[in-house]
């Protein structure tokens, strides 16, 4: 798994006149995922955040899958360093979240953002094929050429978790995003 | 019973080795499937594979289609456990050799339930309710 850190840029509001997957479907999916890792005991919780907040965890790790195919878009998941630590303690059977290392997270927090893109993939117009995830330490942002479609903003233990799905701008010459419909 | 998990996450590897060990299971593991054929070859033949698609190096599709070119390894049992849910995936795994196909995310006892429709645990077996967690 990749360690790295994304490209500088500003996310933009909801795109519109580009397929993306709906809210309550992504919702769903992550949900899902997040029980099969970490148990029921302590769901995740709707969290309400201002359109084009950044997510605001004063530590975050960051990871990122592409689709590419019959869609295109990436998903993110970005998680509170402390949740991150919960999450990764939890997959690896680790007692202490302090004894959770950076390799650690990373593959966990890959796993995770691997499970909600591959369901994110099954929810879109196929085939598709899903890259390997990227994490990388800190927030993610990402290049102009991506705005984000869909956002969901939650709560675990009260710290922040933001799962997004980005498309491409559409472009009156690529079928793909839509521009041309 | 020996059973080999081959997925590049570490964190799901130890997901699925706590449910296999539950079941009494003894456990290899492979971060992707070149690493496990490299087993293989050498000896460590499991019964059965419980192969990710998505990983570097050699995916599970490969893999399997790998180990089903060697008639010597014709009894191991393929069960791929993975994102991938496009029927079309589904199907390409099945036609190349897989037995089973599980969907991440997955409880704990949808795998045992298709360990126990491949034969691999006795009927009324081990339930994840009786120790074994994800």
């Known amino acids: ?75 993110t998941v970005e998680l509170d360093e402390q949740v991150a630590r919960h999450l990764t303690a939890e997959m690896l059977a680790i007692g202490s979240a302090d004894d959770v290392t950076d390799g650690d997270l990373a593959d966990a927090v890959g796993e995770l953002v691997n499970m909600v893109g591959g369901n994110v993939k099954s929810l879109m117009p196929g085939p598709s094929v899903l890259s390997l995830p990227a994490v990388a330490a800190g927030r993610a942002a990402f290049t102009h050429d991506v705005q984000v479609a869909c956002r969901l903003d939650l709560a675990w233990r009260g710290a922040p978790v933001r ?19 | ?68 070119s060697n008639p010597e390894w014709r009894d191991v049992t393929l069960m791929m456990v993975t994102t991938e849910s496009e029927q079309r995936q589904i199907v390409r ?4 050799g897989a037995h089973e196909y599980v969907i991440k995310p997955f409880t704990p006892d949808a795998i045992v339930d298709k360990l126990s429709l491949l034969g691999l645990v006795p009927a009324g077996g081990v339930r994840a309710g009786d120790g074994v967690t994800a």
């Open chain 2, 1 to 68: 019973m020996r059973a080999m998990i081959i997925d590049d996450s570490r964190a799901m590897r130890s997901i699925l080795r706590r449910i296999v060990t539950g079941l009494h299971f003894e456990t290899s593991e492979a971060e992707h499937g070149q690493a496990a054929l490299d087993q293989m070859r050498a000896g460590v033949v499991p019964d059965v594979c419980l192969v990710d698609w998505n990983m570097p190096v050699m995916d599970g599709y490969t893999f399997i289609t790998e180990v089903r």
């Open chain 1, 1 to 75: 798994m990749n360690l790295l850190t994304f490209l500088d840029g500003a996310s933009s509001g909801p795109s519109s006149g580009v397929e993306a997957p709906d809210l309550e479907d992504l919702r769903s999916v992550t949900e899902d995922v997040w029980m099969a890792l970490v148990g029921e005991a302590d769901p995740l919780l709707p969290r309400a955040v201002p359109a084009g907040a950044p997510f605001d965890a004063a530590g975050a790790w960051s990871a990122a899958t592409t689709i590419t195919g019959g869609w295109r878009g990436v998903v």
């Open chain 1, 163 to 181: 799962v997004s799905v980005h498309v491409p701008h559409p472009s009156p010459t690529d079928p793909h995003t839509g521009g041309s419909r």
């Open chain 2, 93 to 96: 795994a099945l036609a190349a």
